[in-house]
């Protein structure tokens, strides 16, 4: 591939694969560590790229590049911001609150899981933790955040 | 699939994200020359997008390998130099901190918090923290004025510090406690002041210890337990610097011993702090330390050999059990199963068999070939006192049937054929649930428990010795005492002849008596005048009695001063 076509075809992964990733570090670390880490996992992706390019598991592996270049801000206390009162309308303001009382593994498994549909081999990878564990704390993480936005399961 | 939550994480996760970098460089009138990523910090900071890090990251993992996946570590708790939490303080009642700490710590949000009913709202209170199907948690707060507590316990069983084997850096006792899998510490250095959050696995606590890199003084440390899910199980906490004094006096009166009395064996080249371990075995005395272990013949020769298998808290407190066994000493964590013996002539010590039970001890006894360790209920459940087995010519333990009783405080003593157990069931506040003051005794002929008639001292903080030919003694915290004799009836013997503090007290049985032993304080109760008598002492030191004297084993500024006594003979 010649340098144009290498810098088309990462622009396409990074267009495809960014909202995933972003979503679920985001969900993990809070808005602003999840941000950052986002964009040095990618950054790292282009450096990479020859090795990213091949995997069969990108996002899950740089979810786990994210995650270790957060290590740094891990002591930060995760916060995530209010519920504009314009723009998301179906969004219940009781949100936020609800996802800080959900631990890191429950937040990051419900995303990669149920928001960004990642199988759940892939997003145990991504964790670092076995399938049974990954769909535990997924399950524990939505259940609570259903009892914290008094959503039934039979909703 | 459950839609409705999902759309909305989707939606608002997308918000909270903000502009994905290439959203971003769609709007960048840049967009047509350089890619982002490839732009460098400069050029994104113009586009609107902090790519601050570009290349760090690829730096830093190279390597072929996978980046590892970080330990979910929480943000530090406010630990305090000299309280467990918060450092500054929290505005409210008892109550209210117990509830702060329960979100703080464990992230329960909804619990239920139940003061101690007689305690003073404002002195020191025990609150019990209640949440799901978690074990109740007890706190302790203190006052500290302008409206605010601190915690200065957190739950059970307690934390310990010691230095470490290699003699860098510190190790951290920790038990593992029911449904957990592994453990986040919560330290709070001194020098440099800091409060570092440390990951404990499952192999620590099944270790029973973590071993910290640095040497600076700690001050608090909370530690809360996770289960398999990361959820949290219960916490612990404890103080190990300097205690504000304020709070908690620490001030004791020294009492130099009587010189015409004890007689000086020998400077020993050992420290002593309220931690040590001393006790007597056939051939000597076993000072256990953190570090070390330490053989001294009677004449005060010394023999240093490893260090002790499970941690010997330098401060008070700690969860290390040493009962000398004959020529021997067994040695093991209360909360832990594992066991060790100690070899007397190479100082080393050598694993045998884990004990069936764990938790506080309440006592031991040794009849015939074999050593009976009676483990107490837990503060907050029914479980009745356990009887673990030792077979002293195999060190393999065994069960004999469990205490017909609920005891959480109390004592145990033999009368050579009977294992005897008093005691009353306490909650975590110290507080009496079940005022049992009924002893009981396991006869070994018919392999029964028998009741004894009730004990008429208070039972709180108890202790039983039997007197040779005399029966059985009963006394306490208070310093009330009664004689169990012949008569079959219980009869007082007089106030015990010591300063009230706050101990546990314990008692020594000697040829012709008893020496009770009581924070630093010594007394001798005459089996042939059915008396007691005061024997001075140092109350720094630590006391070791065999069946004809008493060895006190003093801080002096190079070490410790060995001075013995001969126990009192009937006459005396």
New interface residues.
Partial sequence: LTPAEV?RE??GF??ET??RL??AL??AFG?EV???A???????A???WG?VSGMENPVG?LF??G?????TY????VS??E??QR??P???PR??SA?G?L????RAA??LL??DDMPEREAAEA??VSRA?IR??AE?G?AK??RS?G?S?A? | ??T???????????????Q???ETLAASPARSKV?W??RGPVLALLAG???L??????L??TS?Q?????A??P??LDVGVERVWPDAGYPGGPDDIAAAFADHAL?W?DVEVVSDPQASPDGPVWTTIRHDDSPDLEVLSVPIGAGLRVLMQVGSPGLTVGPADDGTGQQIGISRVEGSDSAVLHIRYVDPDRVE?VPVTGADLDQGRIEVDSDSLIGGIVAVYLD????SVTAVGGHFGPFDESLIPTETTVVAPDVEDWSIVAELPVSVTSGTIFEPIDEGLVVLRGDSTTHVDFDGSTTFGEAPPVTVSAGCCGSAVAIPVGSQLIIFDAYAPGTWLLDPETVTWDQIGDRPTTGDVLGSAVIANHLYVVTASPRAGTTNAHVAALDITTWQWTDIEPVPAVISVGGVTTDGERLIVAGVRQNGNNIIVEDNRQPVAYSFQNGTWEALPDVPIDGQAATVAWVDDVGLLAWNYELDSALLGDSGSWASTGPVPMDFSECYPQSRQVDSGTVALFCGQLAYFNGASLSWSAIPTNREAKHAATSTAIYELAPASDGATLSVLSVPTAED
């Fill in positions: 810098e990462f622009a990074v267009e960014e909202p972003l979503r985001v969900s808005t999840g941000r950052e986002t964009r040095d996992a990618l950054a790292y282009w450096e990479n090795r592996y786990r590049v995650q270790s270049r957060s290590r891990l002591r930060e206390r995530f911001p519920v504009p723009g998301l179906d969004v219940d949100l936020p996802l009382r631990s890191r593994m429950q419900v995303v149920y928001v964790l670092g564990s535990k704390h524990r939505l955040l259903r936005l959503v399961n909703d | 699939m459950p409705d939550v999902i759309d909305q994480l989707r939606n608002y996760l997308d918000y909270a994200g903000g994905t970098a290439a890619p990523y490839r997008v902090l790519v890090l570009v290349g760090v990251p690829a830093l993992l072929d996978a980046p590892p996946a970080v979910e570590l943000d530090p992230g949000t959050v398999a899910d990361g959820e």
